[in-house]
């Protein structure tokens, strides 16, 4: 009776495999054709814009309205640089080896904050809430059935009473070409400044071809007209991300990958600087005129 039980169980396992392997391919399918067409001007900055409510938020409502951002080319799409605004440029002050476990004594350490807060074993597996940003006076909530596979966000005010915008990013992190999925994509982590929303996107790759060079990039969204400004070229963020001035600090890498640092204009989506390190960032963290940069392995401190 128990051997029957088991084997009932690992079939319906399976099965369960099987049916949502299938909806992406069809999901794939369905979106292959609609692909981003980048705004053919300048993106407007505005630091003291404001979104407005659409409605009551439920950290376990996923019957909200989605805006399905469209797929960009995986290639690269930047604007040109104003060479007036002036960009950070990060100088190495110190690296040393850390002992891998110790992350709660980096942060006790160098006086920092955590800059995310995870919902961990939560109920409903059809809407599960994954990570919870606060920036700019609201709060993101991501959503999907794994952390690092979260294709929607919902962003919402600090109490999480209104939703002001959500939108399905589950097409923006598929390149084309994938037949069979391996690996996890969606949203990494976010900030919002005024009317953009950056946006860190770890892309899907293919079990036999893998990410076939168009990993993890960022992309500026104009939430006024929920346009695409700008992405990045591929294999520029993977991780965490900060916005000190004109500049965004990122970080991308992978077990048999270099590993980077990348100072990015954020008005334009260029990288300004590229900085190797031992091990790909997982947190970067501005304090104080420093930057702080948490790699499984060693720890570094920047200034600017």
Not at 199 to 208: E, L, M, N, R
Not at 220 to 232: N, Q, V, Y
Request: charged share 25%.
């Amino acid at each position: 009776m128990k051997k029957s039980l088991f084997l009932l169980l690992v079939a319906l396992m399976a099965t369960t495999v099987s049916v949502n392997a299938q909806k992406r391919k069809t999901q794939r399918r369905q979106t292959a054709a609609k692909t981003v067409t980048y705004p053919q001007r300048d993106a407007d900055f505005l630091p003291n814009y404001r979104l407005q409510s659409t409605g009551s938020f439920s950290l376990y409502d996923d019957n909200r309205q989605y805006v399905t951002l469209a797929s960009p080319d995986f290639k690269g799409h930047v604007l040109q640089r104003n060479m007036n605004r002036k960009q950070i440029r990060l100088r190495q002050l110190s690296c040393r080896e850390n002992d891998i476990t110790d992350e709660e004594y980096w942060f006790e350490r160098n006086n920092l904050s955590p800059i995310f807060s995870v919902y961990k074993n939560e109920p409903t597996p059809q809407v599960r809430p994954r990570l919870r940003v606060d920036t700019d006076g609201y709060s993101v909530v991501t959503y999907g059935p794994y952390w690092v596979e979260a294709t929607k966000l919902a962003v919402c005010d600090t109490e999480l009473k209104n939703v002001y915008k959500a939108y399905d990013f589950s097409v923006a992190v598929m390149p084309p070409g994938i037949n069979e999925v391996c690996g996890l994509g969606g949203v990494d982590y976010v900030m919002i400044e005024g009317n953009i929303m950056y946006v860190s996107h770890q892309t899907y790759s293919d079990y036999k071809k893998g990410d076939m060079g168009r990993g993890g990039y960022l992309s500026a969204i104009d939430m006024r007209t929920d346009e695409i400004i700008w992405t990045t070229k591929p294999k520029t963020s993977n991780c965490h991300f900060e916005i000190v001035g004109n500049s965004i600090i990122c970080g991308y890498g992978n077990s048999f990958e270099r590993d980077f640092l990348y100072v990015v204009d954020k008005f334009s989506g260029q990288r300004v600087q590229t900085i190797p390190l031992k091990k790909a960032a997982s947190y970067i963290i501005e304090k104080d005129g420093k930057v702080y940069v948490r790699t499984y392995s060693f720890d570094y401190v920047f200034t600017y």
